[in-house]
């Protein structure tokens, strides 16, 4: 017997010790998953040089991959996530569902489809293997891509493909095209001499937005400090607004993605970083895809025909300008 | 006596003292050569070409920097882009949307030169975008007061590199940013050298971007390769350890009571095929993010086959030990701790070394769960943006912990169990480790 309750005793205390592991997380600071979309790495301006504190706003950035940062979020480990507001539908309809308050920017050519060489263009797709992350930005750069050359979504076939992988998976020749974001992207072109980009997001305009997208109790529960974060982001695309900063700005957003700056520098067309002034407009309640709300709506549209979730999602929900709105109300 | 030499091979002769650290010296050695061999024979493989001067382009958006590598292929094809971007900057078409874009172009055209002047040894690494140093470089190339031994230039590239400083030195004779030119000036054409494919660095790349690394001085809030190296640490022995607590006692009471044993094994040995990483996701549920569920899945993946080995290894202690401690009258309590434990510690102690590696073996998937951590962060990182100069030492380094850990293990086994020591004292092993003749082996000779 005395065996059995010393064996007990050390179970327990080992189940303690396992029990002070899981617990040493504290859910104090705001905390905001990030990963690598050029849009979101300016965060890291904001991080290095201590503007958060400095706004009064104690936030812990939690830099995952994309997908990654999605299910961090669906599993109520972050407040919030840097996501796409087509992905924020999805990950609203299979998982969590969530606000965005900031529109960083859209995308402008960073988001890509890159073939092997020899295809040229979207349509020489036809009966291929795309590697594309299912469900997700990429996926619906494609089936728009697919859909503009009046082709069917059954005309190539997806091959899940996380996407920091996609730059190997198309050198190894499994498949023959994939679609990716800058950084992945680039590596994918530079990885395969001859690859070209078959369609981009500056084909579709306005069809990806990049948001931050806050859990609505955190919203609640801590609108003055999300408002903080709001300030913040301004001062940052002030600061990369402003050319004399380039280097600087370069310097520490390469250095998040471990590029070179001069590397990093065609990023910033690709991913139009949004203004003050041009947000308020995209947060006008508009059709088409000049409006986050028309875009919301299209995509929304676009993932019921593709089945990608079954049931119609609200744009308007997912949407809120008010922190943005009030931030610049305050500017005046 | 005539020394008589005994062949190489024998069957089932040990060979001598000498011979053997010969073949352990060899063992290491020949795969360096082979690796020295095909990096620095240029007629071995090398397909690619590492540029030593690259150029920034306007009309692409993939930036190839030096250091990179490009097929022997399309190398022509880059270089024939610069060529003609330079044709078409003599002919006065300028690409460049507005003359504050030229200027940027500009800037990094001259910033090209960086990387010979560090190969040169004239500016440091950090040093490349240093645009007044820079600008003197050109200046000095130019003149002739510098001449740059590796890489040579091209005398096209030196053509160039006089034109061009014609045009700066006009305007300013040291940097200002505001007085670069607004045409666009000419671009240097790459230059590079065969190589082997990115992922089959040279051993001196890999030595000196690891020294680099190591020793890099990074910024604040950044990791150091030695904060990563504490953390992968922490890592595997915080799996380990949390699974001997428990793996270690479990192990013992159910190879030592067939109660245990039919209670806990038949389930343990139903999980333990169940493989670790798929529950990385479920870990990082119930765990959330940080090291906790990474030492969690260290810990699945070692705990079960722990409790498996050490049950086993103590059903295999000598039957007469308990036998003889039965019939002096021990109790369970008695027999458990003063036979059963004592008497499996040599081989319990194999086994925690065999298991200290397969934790070691969990480390790289539990780092890349949740937020990546640790060196495998790096390795994935580096990976990924294919330097694979960087990720050679980190795979290396936690190469020679977990060897020469295992090595220190094996040797201190004598020193805890001094009764299995066959006659060699701990300080004769270690001669024996390295290879050294020994007193006893020299009176031997006498």
């Not at chain 1, 999805?90 to 308050?101: D, H, R």
């Not at chain 1, 301004?234 to 590029?259: G, P, T």
């Not at chain 1, 949004?274 to 549209?301: F, N, P």
Request: with cysteine; aromatic share 12%; net charge neutral.
């Amino acid at each position: 017997m005395k065996l059995i309750t010393e064996f007990i005793k050390s179970a327990k205390v080992a189940a303690i010790g396992a029990l002070a592991l899981a617990g040493s997380v504290s859910a104090e600071p705001l905390k905001i998953a990030y990963s690598d979309w050029p849009g979101w790495v300016a965060w890291e301006i904001g991080i290095k040089k201590g503007w958060f504190k400095e706004a009064g706003v104690e936030v812990e950035f939690e830099w995952y991959d994309y997908v990654a940062s999605m299910d961090a979020y669906v599993a109520g480990s972050v407040d919030a996530v840097s996501m796409t507001n087509g992905d924020a539908l999805v990950t609203g309809a299979t998982g969590k569902p969530s606000t965005c308050i900031i529109i960083n920017d859209y995308s402008n050519g960073n988001d890509m489809i890159v073939a092997a060489p020899g295809i040229s263009t979207i349509k020489d797709l036809k009966g291929k293997k795309v590697g594309v992350e299912e469900g997700f930005v990429c996926h619906l750069l494609l089936l728009k891509g697919l859909k503009d050359a009046g082709m069917e979504a059954s005309d190539v076939t997806i091959v899940n493909t996380p996407t920091n992988e996609t730059a190997q998976v198309l050198k190894s020749g499994a498949v023959d095209a994939i679609g990716a974001w800058q950084p992945n992207s680039g590596q994918a072109l530079k990885a395969v001499s001859g690859s070209t980009p078959v369609f981009t997001s500056k084909d579709a305009p306005g069809i990806i937005y990049d948001g931050l997208f806050v859990s609505a109790e955190s919203l609640e529960k801590n609108k003055e400090d999300w408002a903080k974060v709001v300030s913040v982001w301004y001062k940052i695309v002030d600061f990369m607004k402003n050319e004399d900063n380039l280097d600087e700005a370069l310097a520490i957003l390469s250095k998040r993605v471990n590029l070179k700056p001069e590397e990093y520098e065609p990023f910033l067309e690709g991913t139009y970083i949004l203004s003050l002034d041009e947000a308020l407009a995209r947060w006008e309640e508009a059709k088409g895809l000049g409006s986050i709300y028309g875009s919301t709506k299209y995509v929304d549209d676009f993932n019921l025909e593709f089945e990608v979730y079954k049931e119609a999602q609200d744009a308007s929900k997912y949407l809120d300008p008010s922190f943005t709105k009030a931030y610049a109300a305050s500017k005046k | 006596m005539p020394k008589q030499k005994t062949p190489w091979l024998r069957v089932h002769k040990p060979l001598s003292k000498k011979r053997q650290t010969f073949l352990t010296i060899l063992s290491f050695l020949i795969p360096i050569l082979l690796w020295c061999a095909v990096s620095y024979t240029p007629f071995i493989w090398h397909p690619d070409i590492k540029l030593d001067i690259s150029a920034n382009r306007s009309d692409v958006t993939t930036v190839y920097t030096a250091g990179d590598r490009l097929s022997k292929e399309y190398f022509p094809t880059f270089v024939d882009a610069v060529r003609k971007a330079n044709a078409d900057a003599t002919a006065g078409i300028n690409p460049n949307a507005s003359p504050r874009a030229t200027r940027r172009s500009n800037q990094k055209d001259l910033r090209q030169i960086g990387a010979v002047a560090v190969k040169n040894g004239w500016l440091e690494h950090e040093q490349t975008e240093d645009d007044a140093a820079l600008y003197h470089i050109w200046r000095d190339l130019a003149t002739g007061t510098k001449i740059s031994k590796s890489p040579q230039l091209s005398e096209e590239n030196l053509t160039i590199i006089k034109q061009n400083w014609a045009t700066l030195s006009a305007t300013s004779p040291d940097y200002k940013s505001s007085s670069l030119p607004e045409t666009p000036i000419l671009k240097l054409i790459p230059q590079g050298t065969a190589s082997n494919p990115v992922y089959l660095p040279a051993p001196h790349e890999v030595i000196t971007t690891g020294w680099r690394d190591f020793n890099a001085s990074v910024e604040e809030g950044e990791i150091t390769m030695s904060a990563r190296f504490l953390q992968s640490i922490k890592i595997v022995f915080g799996g380990f350890l949390l699974s001997c607590l428990i793996g270690i006692p479990l192990g013992i009471m159910c190879g030592t009571f067939d109660f245990f044993s039919r209670l806990f094994e038949p389930f343990i040995d139903f999980f333990r095929y169940l493989p670790a990483p798929t529950f990385s996701t479920l870990l990082v549920a119930i765990f959330l993010a940080n090291d906790a569920p990474k030492i969690a899945l260290v810990f699945v993946g070692t705990f079960f086959q722990m409790v498996l080995i050490i049950s086993k290894t103590t059903r295999l202690l000598d039957h007469s030990l308990l036998e003889a401690a039965q019939t002096l009258g021990a109790k369970p309590t008695q027999l458990l701790k003063n036979v059963v434990v004592p008497g499996i510690l040599p081989n319990l102690y194999d086994d925690l070394r065999i298991l200290l590696g397969w934790a070691w073996t969990w480390l790289v998937i539990a780092e890349l769960i949740g937020v990546k951590s640790g060196l495998t962060e790096f390795i994935e990182t580096q990976g990924r943006y294919r330097n694979f100069d960087r990720v050679f030492p980190i795979i290396f380094m936690i190469g020679f912990v977990g060897f020469f850990t295992d090595q220190i293990l094996a040797y201190s086994k004598g020193f805890f169990f001094p009764w299995l020591r066959v006659g060699s004292s701990p300080l004769e092993r270690l001669r024996q480790f390295f290879g050294v003749p020994s007193d006893q082996n020299k009176s031997k000779a006498v």
